[in-house]
């Protein structure tokens, strides 16, 4: 397959949500922008939350985007950059 970029901006809820509502394996950056008013939590694999304060990102490879899932402060957004599929892994 061919490399896919993938751009966007997902927008937090109140309520845990994916973030892609298909399975999309992917290598990506996923960041909360600076502008965010507080942190995104994240539900980490041991069902805890894992706060993202604004600013901070972190590069992922081969991540399914559909299991990670996030919530926050509505209004706030989490960004993702990268691709899928292609060889650049």
Known sequence: MANQTVMRRVNVTADYAPLSAV?????VC???PPGNGAAVE??????????????QWVEFRHVDLSQIQVKGTPGD??????WAGGSRD
């Open 42 to 55: 994240f539900l980490g694999d041991d069902g805890s939350d894992v706060p993202w304060i604004p600013g």
């Open 30 to 32: 996923i960041s909360c």
């Open 77 to 82: 957004t989490v960004v993702i950059l990268g």
């Open 23 to 27: 399975p999309l394996v992917v290598s």
